[in-house]
């Protein structure tokens, strides 16, 4: 049962509730603490992304791959120039364009780039998709496996391999899948599986060929957080106020996950309804519980206890983690 | 305790869930039906605009408007061409403009609106504001009580009207207020209080000044669905499947309001969590149960059971009214 975990007040009342549940694990895979439904079954959305892209780290692909294309595959981006730029070059490096893409495109998140494009009139392309990283990596991991360009379909190679690998991380057989926003396979896995996955990326290190894939990726999120999200969200803001020691990324419908190596812990939560607000404000008073996040640093108060202004910038309210949370 | 209303869905799993309370109450103001906790204290939001604007209307000073006046006053409508141009009318009749409305300036959400002001380079304006209308409302009531032009104070002689009126038609002292998105204030309410206002606009008559404004903004309303929203949103879908027979109304946070005058009911709801895309399945679930919504109708199946589809096309889910609500 999803326990209450971020309250959204409108003046001295509560005007809205969140409930959730959330799981960290140490590097055993071991549970050392949850909050609701630890054996809650989800789906992890983008918040896997560091995990889909393990098969093209691991196979060698990547080889040719610097940090900054290892953190897109792991993103869910703005859209901003600095994004589309680097995975248009990553593109054309392979000899592919935008039409090799299988996510959809759609309107970009960061306003100059949509606004750029409205002025030119010019369609979003495929590359504009948060998700256009991740594909690139996939497209990567199938020129390197010989394998077709539908790399999305179920039983295509990358796909399969994403599947085997996502199992052996979470230490579950996943009880399903659907279609993500993506159009990629999204695989489904306890809350505990998917924070089980975050502590075994918490606890690699190179001693293996796994693990050395687990910390380049790692690495890779928390050098460079505005390539994993963009200016003003979450995902970025919060690895920037953690002075990359924790590498964090949400998912759609309300989940999150954290890495800890200094800690060898991993987190993972999802608010039962599905709110990004209230993921945002459960995942940074989890990281202060779990003193990675000081609630002080510059930036952390935006997504701890964020003020909710209105069109001429009164404040109107404000959400905060609920009594007792975590 | 808010009970399961909605739930959305992704493939064959349930990946969110939404609970709420609901109240159906009589033009006796008598509950006749209530799911959860109909005594929830909640802030009505933009659902109660036609209660704000029954002093403009019963006051005399709307005997100059006609119908599509009214549906503006109690519209948050898209900031399409549609309604800017007739709020910037409205103001101009009064000889102000834009900079007399004290609801601020935000991108209007219809899409060509807002890419038109960029093709332009040219900042929304207050007009844009989705509550421009209402508020025009306001100053033609200050204009009319010879009041001044702060007209979002608490204590100014407009918002005193709102109150007393507020406070009239639900039945209850208001426990509180806070300001709104459009920095007007919002009073508290219970949620019985609020469908005992619905009702009373569905019970109203031409048999008193309350009564022959109640029947005014209640069939401006449905007269003007286009107006009260705009081209792809609930409240004017569902007033058009309805064939113009309910008016109904959303608020910010997950409210939902519907007024059904051949049944002499009124009906409030709200999402615990706030969200509106579980508020408009759960309105249109009502309606069906209460006979005044036909599944089949057209456009009616796109807010009960509304299908999920990502950037590809591609149906991914559903969002669907929980099992046995209402």
Same mark, same amino acid.
């Given at each position: ?71 897109? #595959?792991? +993103?869910?981006?703005? =859209? $901003?120039?600095?994004?589309? /730029?680097?995975? *248009? &070059?990553?593109?054309?490096?392979? !000899?592919?364009? #935008?039409? +090799?893409?299988?996510? =959809? $495109?759609?309107?970009?998140? /960061?306003?100059? *780039? &949509?606004?750029?494009?409205?002025? !030119?009139?010019? #369609? ?203």
């Amino acid at each position: 049962m999803a326990i209450p975990m971020v309250e959204v007040w409108r003046g001295d009342r509560v005007e809205s509730r969140h409930a959730g549940d959330a799981v960290v694990c140490d590097a055993s895979g071991a549970v050392v603490a949850a909050w609701g439904a630890a054996e809650a079954v989800i789906f992890p959305r983008s918040s896997c992304k560091m995990v889909q892209a393990l098969p093209l780290v691991e196979s060698g692909a990547a080889d040719g791959l610097g940090p900054e294309q290892l953190a897109l #595959a792991c +993103a869910s981006h703005q =859209g $901003a120039a600095i994004h589309t /730029d680097r995975v *248009a &070059a990553w593109l054309a490096a392979l !000899g592919l364009d #935008a039409t +090799a893409l299988r996510c =959809g $495109a759609h309107v970009p998140h /960061d306003a100059a *780039a &949509a606004a750029g494009l409205i002025r !030119g009139d010019t #369609a979003p392309c495929q590359i504009h998709n948060n998700c256009s990283g991740k594909h690139a990596g996939f497209l990567t991991l199938a020129r390197h496996l010989g394998a077709g360009p539908e790399y999305i379909d179920l039983d295509h190679p990358v796909q399969r391999a994403v599947r085997q690998t996502f199992e052996e991380v979470t230490g579950e057989d996943s009880p399903g899948w659907a279609i993500d926003g993506c159009s990629a396979p999204n695989f489904a896995t306890s809350l505990t599986g998917l924070a089980r996955a975050m502590a075994a990326f918490a606890g690699a290190d190179d001693g293996s060929v796994r693990g050395r894939a687990m910390v380049r990726l790692r690495e890779a999120m928390t050098a460079h957080p505005d390539l994993v999200a963009g200016e003003g969200r979450a995902c970025t803001g919060l690895m920037r106020a953690m002075g990359g020691h924790v590498a964090v990324k949400t998912g759609a419908e309300g989940v999150f996950v954290a890495i800890l190596p200094e800690q060898r812990l991993g987190v993972a939560l999802k608010i039962a309804d599905g709110a990004g607000r209230a993921a945002e404000t459960a995942i940074a008073a989890l990281l202060v519980r779990l003193g990675v996040l000081d609630a002080a640093a510059p930036g952390a108060a935006r997504w701890l206890a964020p003020p909710l202004t209105n069109w001429r910038g009164v404040q109107t309210g404000h959400i905060a983690p609920a009594p007792g949370f975590p």
